[in-house]
């Protein structure tokens, strides 16, 4: 993943905030050994350097959208849902 994430706002139908702010006020990650996300569910990824940022989990891979463009992580390490407001 090599996206700038720090001011990345976490999407959804409140605005939450900045993924950093969504990571901590909810710090339970799931570890993607252990659990994936439903197929088309929206969520907050970390990755082995740290990062967070959302993305959608589909067909066994993170994917995010940038325009018309489609980015997949390869370095996920867990996830979390994206936080209620």
Known sequence: MNFKTD???????HGVGTVQEAGQKHPEWIPVTKRLPKDGEQVLIKG?????????????RFYLHIGEKDYCA????????????
Do not use: S
Not at 7 to 13: E, L, S
Not at 74 to 80: E, L, S
């Open 7 to 13: 001011d990345r706002v976490v999407h959804d139908a």
């Open 48 to 60: 082995h350097n740290g990062k967070m940022l959302t993305m959608f989990y589909c067909e066994k």
């Open 74 to 85: 390869d370095d996920v390490i867990a996830w979390q849902p994206l936080p209620e407001v």
